[in-house]
Every structure is written in structure tokens, then in C-alpha cells.
């Protein structure tokens, strides 16, 4: 099956700061998509994403399905973007990544 | 309007004990999924119906006994819980079992087996 690969594990930002998290999938993928787990435990859909780019005010995805990944870019990080950033790729069944974990800091 | 509510929202109990979580979704979908969560924040599939279809069963133990008794609802049934059993388990649905369709998830399950 699919092996969805994301990096950095842990990242810590301070408040203001961008970044870029990384998926990467080991097979073709039709369906690709990005998941914010707030500090309450819920999971929010960020993007369906299976090409090309997409914004959504701070945030923007870009996947690169040839190449095989997605980059999640978050630009002037507040402290409410600290969670889990998840990755999930679909063959017959949608594959999570194991996540990175952002922490930003005022 | 919660879309994809899950019932309870925590689940405290002994092993050995048999329990019961109950997902609804009021989006009109027609596939709901099991998910667990285990310690380590890793999430997995467990079940997906579609239709009231079993279509996925993960290699999830057989004490684990998904129900749909309609296509909004999607309930899990464990028997015999074990202390392994502890995670959060999340309910989820989409339109259809179409490939190209979102995932919506509840807010999660968390069980923890004394």
C-alpha cells in the first residue's frame, strides 16, 4: 500500500515566523489531503490537494504529483496554528502521515 | 450543526468490559469510516461503509464490530476491551466512496481501558 512519509516531525516557530511542511507518497495518489488536529484533538480539513496549489488566506498547499509530494506553507504563524499538521494520501484507502507536530510561541 | 457528531466524547471503563460509540452525520454522505488514534497521534483506518456496505475492514481484532443501520449512521461495538484498546477513536464521512472526495471527521472518542 501507500507509505506516506512527512517532515520535519517537530517544528517550533516563533509567532510571525513561515514555514514549510512536507509530504511525501510512494505511489500515484488521486486524492491527497491536508488535516490541522488543534490542541483540542479535532481534525480539520486544510485542503484537498491531489495538484497543483491552493490558498486559503495564510495557508497554501502545492502538490507535485509526478515528483510524488505536497509542501503546506504557513506564513505569519499565530499561536493558534499549533497542532498536529497531518498528510493523507489515497489509493483504495486514505493513508495518514505520522504528522508534524508545530508549535509556535508569542 | 455538528456535521459528523460522535457519542460519547469520553469513555472511561474496565477491561474486560463491552462498549459501545455512535457516530451520525447529517451532511447526507454516503461513506462513513472508523479511525483510531493511538498514543503516538498515528491514525489509522479501521472500517468504511458505503451505503450501509461493508467496504474496508482493516486487520482491526474481531471484539471490534462496526454497525450501520442507515448510511448516517455509523456505530462501533468492542467486546472484551483490553488495555490496548485505549486511543481516540474518530468517525468520519464523505460523499461517496469516489476517490476524490474529502473526509469529514467528529471530534473524536477517547476511550481509556482500566
Known amino acids: 500500500g501507500i507509505q506516506v512519509e512527512q517532515s520535519p516531525p517537530d517544528l517550533i516557530l516563533q509567532e510571525g515566523a513561515n514555514s514549510t511542511l512536507r509530504c511525501n507518497f510512494s505511489?500515484?495518489?488521486?486524492?491527497l489531503q491536508w488535516f490541522h488536529q488543534n490542541p483540542w484533538g479535532q481534525l480539520i480539513n486544510l485542503f484537498y490537494?491531489?495538484?497543483g496549489t491552493k490558498q486559503n488566506g495564510r495557508l497554501s498547499a502545492t502538490t507535485v504529483a509526478t515528483e510524488r509530494y505536497s509542501l503546506l506553507y504557513i506564513s505569519s504563524s499565530q499561536t493558534t496554528d499549533s497542532g498536529v499538521y497531518f498528510c493523507?494520501?489515497?489509493?483504495?484507502?486514505?493513508?495518514f502521515g505520522a504528522g508534524t507536530i508545530l508549535r509556535v510561541k508569542s | 450543526d455538528t456535521a459528523v457528531s460522535q457519542t460519547p466524547k469520553y469513555l472511561v471503563t474496565q477491561m474486560g468490559n463491552d462498549k459501545s460509540i455512535k457516530c451520525e452525520q447529517n451532511?447526507?454522505?454516503?461513506?462513513m469510516y472508523w479511525y483510531k488514534q493511538d498514543s503516538k497521534k498515528f491514525l489509522k483506518i479501521m472500517f468504511s461503509?458505503?451505503?450501509?456496505?461493508?467496504?474496508i475492514n482493516e486487520t482491526v481484532p474481531n471484539r471490534f464490530s462496526p454497525k450501520s443501520p442507515d448510511k448516517a449512521h455509523l456505530n462501533l461495538h468492542i467486546n472484551s476491551l483490553e488495555l490496548g484498546d485505549s486511543a481516540v477513536y474518530f468517525c468520519?464521512?464523505?460523499?461517496?466512496?469516489?476517490?476524490?472526495?474529502?473526509?469529514?471527521f467528529g471530534a473524536g472518542t477517547r476511550l481509556s481501558v482500566l
Open positions: 468520519a464521512s464523505s460523499q461517496d466512496w469516489a476517490t476524490g472526495n474529502i473526509q469529514y
Open positions: 505511489d500515484s495518489v488521486n486524492n
Open positions: 490537494i491531489p495538484s
Open positions: 493523507a494520501a489515497r489509493g483504495n484507502k486514505l493513508v
Open positions: 451532511l447526507g454522505h454516503d461513506t
Open positions: 461503509y458505503n451505503n450501509k456496505e461493508l467496504i
